[in-house]
């Protein structure tokens, strides 16, 4: 993607070396933050998300909604609860693939510590924290790898300086040593995902009743990454993570620490198959007797293809978390998926 000729934002000041989640912070959501600062592109600038690959993701999405609607009984309103929001992209994909008659009855909600971006969907709320008592869905395509989260390795906690430049802190304590002997035993370099359950937690609780759904690229308790997934991403490039506020800075998610009682893991390529979206190629009939559809349903395989390929998109997780509804039905009798693959720029 271009992004020649953008600002990338004033480099952090010089300081004393701090906790990996200080920095994060500071770097992605502080005062000219990689996530906060205003005009440019905003994310789709510097790093593809399943979003901005096929308008069929967002069509899936409004499938998934529908499913919550019948759950509910149709209410009259209902909630739909973009959580990291970006430029409200997924929010307005959504209400334009739902038929008009749900469309009218949707409270969309983006949900973003960003300002509202020009131009948006006037139907979109935008907020800085997800309202409470939400009837619907919760939605959070890749929001947790942005959470800030502690750096530790072998036993002590990682130090940064906003060059980058680490060095070993104090040894890892309390909550933190707890959660890493649960969920991250042994040696090396570990990434403390507390931070990412708590506000995983907090999301669900804001759902009165309804579905709360994480997407992110992520991994299991049984085959953690040896080194970690530390990253940064700028203008499409995977670039060193240096916490100066311009890159994205972002790490790999442990969604099954995030999951809560009831919570299902599946791959996204599980996860689109049951809300229909295939990358089948089309009939080869089709080309005689309608070649315009022809080339747009082969179109269609292709982007369906990407949303869902072993090795990329398809391997993303999806944690789905019913609250007061039904198991989904597309999450029966699936597996967690495998270690996660970084996504691409």
């Known amino acids: 993607m271009s992004t ?24 992605l959501y502080g005062p000219g933050g990689f996530y906060v600062r205003p005009g440019g592109p905003g994310p789709a600038g510097h790093f593809r ?26 209410p009259q309103e209902l909630d739909l609860v973009d959580v990291g929001a970006g430029r ?28 509202r971006p020009d131009g948006l969907d006037g139907r979109i709320r ?29 036993g002590r906690y990682v130090l940064v300086a906003p060059d980058g430049t680490e060095s070993a802190g104090g040894p890892v304590r309390g909550a933190d040593l707890a959660w ?14 507390r931070a990412r359950d708590e506000a995983w937690a907090g ?73 229909g979206v295939s990358g089948a190629r089309p009939a080869l009939a089709l080309a005689s007797t309608d070649p315009a559809a022809y080339v747009r349903a082969l179109a269609s395989a292709g982007e369906a293809a990407e949303l869902t390929a072993r090795g990329g ?9 019913p609250v007061g509804v039904a198991p989904w039905p597309g999450t029966t009798g699936l597996r967690p998926p495998p270690v996660l693959k970084r996504r691409t720029g």
């Open 180 to 193: 890493l002997e649960r969920w991250w035993p042994g040696p090396g370099r570990v990434e403390i995902g």
């Open 49 to 74: 998300t399943s979003v901005h690959a096929s308008p069929l993701y967002a069509g899936a999405v409004a499938r998934l909604l529908l499913w919550v609607d019948a759950e509910l009984g149709r």
């Open 4 to 27: 020649q000729g953008e600002c990338v934002g004033p480099a952090a000041p010089a300081g004393p070396p701090v906790r990996w989640l200080t920095a994060m912070e500071q770097a």
């Open 203 to 275: 999301a669900v609780a804001t759902v009165e009743r309804g579905l709360a759904v994480a997407v992110d690229y992520a991994h299991v308790r049984g085959a953690r990454p040896p080194y970690g997934t530390l990253t940064g991403f700028r203008a499409g490039r995977e670039v060193a993570p240096v916490p100066d506020g311009s890159s994205d800075v972002t790490a790999h998610v442990a969604l099954d620490a995030c999951a809560g009682p009831g919570a299902v893991l599946l791959a996204q390529r599980e996860a689109l198959a049951a809300l």
């Open 126 to 154: 935008w907020v800085a924290e997800a309202p409470g008592g939400t009837r619907g869905l919760l939605f959070a395509n890749e929001w947790l790898d942005n959470v800030p989260l502690e750096i530790a390795e072998d």
């Open 88 to 115: 409200g992209e997924l929010l307005s994909g959504v209400l334009a693939a739902l038929p008009a008659e749900v469309a009218a009855r949707v409270r969309a909600y983006g949900v973003e510590r960003a300002g």
């Open 313 to 321: 998109l398809g391997d993303f997780g999806w944690l789905v978390q």
